[in-house]
């Protein structure tokens, strides 16, 4: 299973970022997946997560939206009303169950980074 983190970049405060995350080596089907995002000398942080469940952290709750488009075999989050401090690399996760949480330990493919910067 390989996933591929795209959709990052430069954007103004304020401004919306959609990231994508194309999965490969299986379907979507209905596996939990998951966005983190890490700041450079900072522990990585749960963003949202989409299985049986879905989960946003609460600093992102209301601004992003975690999608899933089985068709495409992606997954996307759709970053609106962005702010300095949502300035990371971000990653897409997936498990190998429905299992959606927000402990980065539980998941087993990850993808590799796509940096999204607000400028303020």
């Known amino acids: 299973v390989q996933l591929q983190a795209s959709g990052g970049g430069l954007v103004a405060t304020g401004g919306s970022l959609r990231l994508s995350c194309l999965v490969s080596?299986?379907?979507?089907?209905?596996?939990?997946m998951a966005w983190f995002r890490q700041v450079p000398g900072k522990e990585r942080e749960f963003v949202a997560a989409?299985?049986?469940?879905?989960y946003y952290a609460d600093s992102v709750n209301g601004r992003f939206t975690i999608l899933r488009d089985n068709g495409r075999n992606s997954v996307y989050l759709q970053m609106n009303t962005l702010k300095p401090e949502d300035t990371a690399v971000y990653y897409c996760a997936s498990t190998d169950s429905t299992l959606a949480t927000m402990d980065s330990s539980l998941y087993d493919y990850w993808g590799q980074g796509t940096l999204v910067t607000v400028s303020s």
């Open positions: 989409s299985g049986y469940k879905i």
């Open positions: 080596g299986r379907t979507l089907g209905r596996f939990g």
